[in-house]
Every structure is written in structure tokens, then in C-alpha cells.
């Protein structure tokens, strides 16, 4: 069993965005029993609610379903869960850094570190308008895809 948890600020756009299309990838290759995701924010301001309405319609044109996912904080827990903690960018990166307890073995980097993309964050869309969440989405698919091959190889 491998476990990916993805991480962003609020865990309302970004990372639901990245759980939606890499449980789907995992789910479409037969995958789901050996690959569990989850996701979360640095930030507890969105915990509990449902992603950002604008990264709901943008993933469900694409076919993913992000309505079931609920918000939650990063915990320093889940460095003893999971064997990928995947962050959106730099900044949510150090702020992981911060709390990974000494005796973890996860892997702790930046999410697009798996695509050929040459872009290392995913922008925050919060503030922007809808071709920020259609970049995301972009992104995501890429880094997903890149992160699957690399742990099918694992497995
Ligand atoms: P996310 O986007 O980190 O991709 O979920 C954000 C969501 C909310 C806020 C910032 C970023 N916020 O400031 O409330």
C-alpha cells in the first residue's frame, strides 16, 4: 500500500483539485486497493467545508468529482501516515517542513516535481479568475500522471 497526501493553503482549491484527478487516475488504472489519497492545508481558516464551488465546476467538466471532499489541517501525524506528502508550493513546502517529526520516512517535495512542466508551483487561483483554475487543473493532470508511473514502478 502506498499512501499520497497533497497539501496546499486552505485545502479548498488546489489540493481537492489533485486528490479528484489522482484518485481517479488511480481508480481508472484498477488501482484504488494499493494507492490511498487524501488531502489537506497548512492553513484550519476552510476546514470542514467543500472545495472552492469554482474548482468543483472547473474539475467536473473534466469528469472528476470533487463534492465529497471536506476540508482539513496538516497534521504532524500524517508524516507518520503517508509515504508521499506532495506540496502545491514553496511556501506550503516549508511550512510542512516545519512540522515533519524527525522519525518520518515520508517523502516530503513539491508536487510538480513529477511533471515535465517547466513550472514548480501551482498557483493559488483564490483570488484570480477562471483560467487560473483551468491552469491548475492543467497542472495537476501532468503531475498526476508523472506520479502514478512512478509509483506503479514501487508497487
Ligand atoms: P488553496 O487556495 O490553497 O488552493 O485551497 C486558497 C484557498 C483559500 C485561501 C487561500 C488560498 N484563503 O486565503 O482563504
Redesign the pocket.
Known amino acids: 500500500m502506498k499512501r499520497v497526501l497533497f497539501v496546499?493553503?486552505?485545502?479548498?482549491?488546489?489540493?481537492?483539485s489533485a486528490d479528484g484527478v489522482f484518485s481517479a487516475m488511480v481508480a481508472e488504472q484498477g488501482l484504488s486497493h494499493q494507492i490511498a489519497v487524501d488531502s489537506a492545508?497548512t492553513?484550519a481558516?476552510?476546514v470542514g467545508n467543500s472545495p472552492?464551488k469554482r474548482s468543483t465546476a472547473a474539475a467536473k467538466k473534466r469528469g472528476y468529482d470533487l463534492s465529497v471532499l471536506r476540508a482539513r489541517q496538516a497534521v504532524e501525524a500524517d508524516f507518520l501516515e503517508f509515504d508521499y506528502i506532495l506540496a502545491?508550493d514553496h511556501e506550503n513546502l516549508s511550512n510542512l517542513q516545519r512540522i515533519k517529526p524527525d522519525n518520518s520516512n515520508s517523502h516530503l517535495g513539491l508536487f510538480l516535481d513529477f511533471t515535465q512542466i517547466n513550472e514548480d508551483e501551482v498557483p493559488?487561483?483564490?483570488y484570480g479568475g477562471d483560467a487560473g483554475f483551468e491552469h491548475?487543473l492543467d497542472l495537476v493532470e501532468s503531475a498526476s500522471a508523472g506520479l502514478l508511473a512512478h509509483i506503479k514502478r514501487e508497487l
Open positions: 496546499c493553503l486552505g485545502n479548498i482549491c488546489r489540493s481537492p492545508g492553513a481558516y476552510h472552492d502545491m493559488d487561483p483564490y491548475v
